[in-house]
C-alpha cells in the first residue's frame, strides 16, 4: 500500500509540473506571437511612413510637374 501510495504522489507531482510547464510555454509563446504582430504593425507604418516621405522629397524638391 505505502508503495502505491508513493508511486501515485509522484506521478501526481510530475503531473503538475508539467502541466506547469505546457501553461509557461503557452504563456510564452502568446506573448512572443503579440511582439512579432507589434514588430511587424511597427516595420509596416515605417515603411510607409518612409514612402510617403519619399514621395513628398521627390514632389517638393522645386520641379513642377510638368518639369518631371
Known sequence: GLLAWTLG?????????TRENLVNARL????????LREAA?????ARQAG???????ATSNGR???DR
Open 9 to 17: 504522489v509522484s506521478v501526481t507531482r510530475v503531473l503538475r509540473r
Open 41 to 45: 504593425r511597427a516595420l509596416a507604418e
Open 28 to 35: 510564452q509563446l502568446t506573448v512572443a506571437e503579440r511582439r
Open 51 to 57: 514612402g510617403t516621405a519619399d514621395r513628398s522629397r
Open 64 to 66: 513642377t510637374e510638368g
